[in-house]
Nanobody, 115 residues
């Protein structure tokens, strides 16, 4: 049974930091590219960051470049998203996704940036 379980979301003040984690099971994690997406209120889901198999290449949305960092630990089947200098416009539900031949999604974790 494939599972992607996100954690680490919450309420944070502008300028603060959060670290999201996604624990994967039920598939061969190291063979999948991993991504974080987000969907803000009234907005479409958008790609935030991605990392290739073996972590060789990372990509970021322009809106988060220099503030967010994606990483993966193939030994622990986890992917992380370190989010710094958070802004109110980063408020969204953040989803973990795995992609190879198939695509899998987590259930999402809420991030709210507000004073």
């Amino acid at each position: 049974q494939v599972q992607l379980v996100e954690s680490g979301g919450g309420l944070v003040q502008p300028g603060g930091s959060l670290r999201l984690s996604c624990a994967a099971s039920g598939f061969t994690f190291r063979t999948y590219a991993m991504s974080w997406y987000r969907q803000g209120p009234g907005k479409e889901r958008e790609l935030v960051a991605s990392i290739t198999r073996a972590g060789g290449i990372t990509n970021y949305a322009d809106s988060v470049k220099g503030r967010f960092a994606i990483s993966r630990d193939d030994a622990k089947n986890t992917v992380h998203l370190q989010m710094n200098s958070l802004k109110p416009e980063d408020t969204a539900v953040y989803y973990c996704s795995a992609r190879n031949v198939n695509r899998y999604w987590g259930q999402g974790t809420q991030v709210t940036v507000s004073s």
